[in-house]
């Protein structure tokens, strides 16, 4: 594996910022048993992936929860471990897995096709979405003590959400087929 330079470093922290700005320009929407927030922070996520490849959008996003974790203020409604006993915490940890297969499927052909941009990020949104349903369904049963079916979770966690998402899945794609070259330019 090759050693991450100044440039890697530098790519990396910038998109551990924009995910951060990203949590705050939301909206919300108020579901039971938990409000859902609609962020750009999967964006930027995507974004990462796609200009940065799996290893080190995955470092991005891992460096976002522990900075978030350790108590500033970057994730949607604050920050600190308490965080952890939120449903919707689950999509965060998403966030991690859906930068690392983003990645991981683009990295299967480097195409800069439009289809196989998108195509990475869809697999990216059912990464994040497998992790945020099973983690808002644990975590509101088990920890919170507030029944929720699977019925409930598919509804407020996935229908409500998905199609804006998906949209940011096109951006995501579109701005990183015009990206790709320029990044690929500078490293020369």
């Known amino acids: 594996m090759k050693r ?18 990203g949590a705050f320009l939301k909206i919300t929407i108020p579901v039971q048993p938990v409000p859902m927030h609609f962020t750009l922070q999967f964006f930027f996520v995507l974004l990462a992936a796609l200009l940065l490849g799996s290893k080190r959008a995955f470092a991005s996003v891992i460096t976002y ?11 949607a409604t604050g920050g600190g471990p308490a965080y952890l006993l939120k449903p919707t915490f689950g999509f ?7 930068a690392f297969v983003t990645g991981r499927v683009y990295e299967i052909r480097k195409s800069t096709s439009f289809f196989w941009l998108l195509f990475s990020a869809f697999w990216g949104l059912l990464a994040d979405y497998a992790c945020g349903m099973i983690y808002f369904y ?8 507030v029944s929720v079916g699977w019925k409930l979770v598919f509804i407020n966690c996935f229908l409500l959400t998905v199609g804006e998402d998906f949209i940011l899945c096109i951006l995501a794609a579109v701005l990183a087929k015009r990206l790709i070259p320029i990044l690929g330019k500078l490293a020369k």
């Open 92 to 98: 965060l940890i998403g966030f991690a897995a859906a």
């Open 138 to 145: 644990v975590c509101s049963n088990f920890v919170l003590g």
């Open 65 to 75: 929860l522990v900075i978030g974790l350790c108590g500033l203020p970057i994730f």
């Open 4 to 21: 991450w330079d100044i440039k890697d470093l530098t790519l990396g922290g910038l998109f551990t910022a924009l995910i951060a700005v």
